[in-house]
């Protein structure tokens, strides 16, 4: 039988090497930044861009088929279907229309951004900032709409679309100048 010692065999060894521990410092901070990178570009206003759709004068005729497609949602059982399917309809409008980038922003950051831009009509924010507090109500307050509510809701949205669909421009009388 071979008799050791312990404790004069662990003072023999090397002791441990700090590039581990630096590597997983490295790592760590990497993972902080990148997190509050990511949270501080969810928290920036939106831009105004370029409206991502080549006629944006027609998207009110996309979001208002669209809408018209969703009716068959307008019962309390799907009010949670249709509130989602809705906002991300009326989202999509309001970026093809506007140029506004609104579908990763929360409600309050999109009426926030969209007051501080000239481009949506202040009784356009209106309008559309009750029938998306309306929706979050159903999205993420589980909230069981009425088939009369839904309906309110529906017509809101249809409204908020045709009231903001743009003009044409005034034809002027071609004459003779007097």
């Known amino acids: 039988m071979i008799e050791t010692n312990l404790i004069e065999d662990l003072r023999h060894l090397a002791p441990p090497d700090p590039r581990w521990q630096l590597a997983i410092l490295v790592a760590g901070a990497t993972a902080l930044a990148a997190l509050a990178l990511w949270r501080w570009r969810r928290r920036q206003p939106a831009a105004v861009a370029p409206a991502a759709d080549p006629t944006p004068d027609r998207a009110w005729e996309t979001a208002l088929a669209e809408l018209e497609r969703l009716a068959g949602l307008l019962r309390p059982e799907a009010s949670r279907d249709y509130c989602m399917a809705a906002t991300a309809v009326l989202r999509r409008y309001i970026e093809q229309r506007y140029g506004l980038s609104a579908p990763r922003l ?11 831009s000239p481009v949506l009509p202040s009784a356009h924010q209106e309008s ?3 029938c998306l507090v309306a929706c979050d109500l159903c999205k993420f307050g589980r909230y069981t709409a009425t088939a009369e509510e839904l309906g ?16 044409p421009p005034e034809a002027t009388p071609e004459g003779p100048a007097a």
């Not at 929360?106 to 501080?116: C, V």
């Not at 309110?152 to 003009?167: D, I």
């Open 106 to 116: 929360a409600t309050e950051e999109f009426l926030g951004a969209a007051s501080q």
């Open 128 to 130: 559309l900032g009750r």
């Open 152 to 167: 309110r809701l529906h017509a809101a949205a249809v409204g908020f679309v045709l009231a903001s669909r743009p003009t």
